[in-house]
């Protein structure tokens, strides 16, 4: 299963975004990830293809608000993250 949400047109993007994104993947980006694909960077929840609780969809979904309501700032989709 994939939940995705559209942030911001490539060209619109400048490589300290970029590298900025891409360092959270790894520590502050927990569930969700950025991705580039069609000239747009989104954020992306997969899951496995097992049954998701209500519950689970929820935070799939904040994830993603969160996650694409920080970008160019904190990269974040929770306040949990890892050291760097």
């Given at each position: ?14 490589e ?69």
């Amino acid at each position: 299963m994939r939940m995705i949400s559209p942030i911001i047109y490539l060209k619109e993007a400048d490589e300290l975004m970029i590298s900025e994104c891409l360092k959270a993947n790894f520590h502050t980006a927990l569930d969700v990830k950025y991705a580039i694909s069609d000239d747009i960077i989104w954020t992306v929840f997969i899951h496995p293809l097992s049954k998701l609780s209500k519950v689970q969809v929820v935070d799939a979904l904040s994830q993603l608000f969160f996650s694409s309501s920080t970008f160019g700032d904190s990269y974040s989709n929770t306040n949990l993250t890892f050291p760097e």
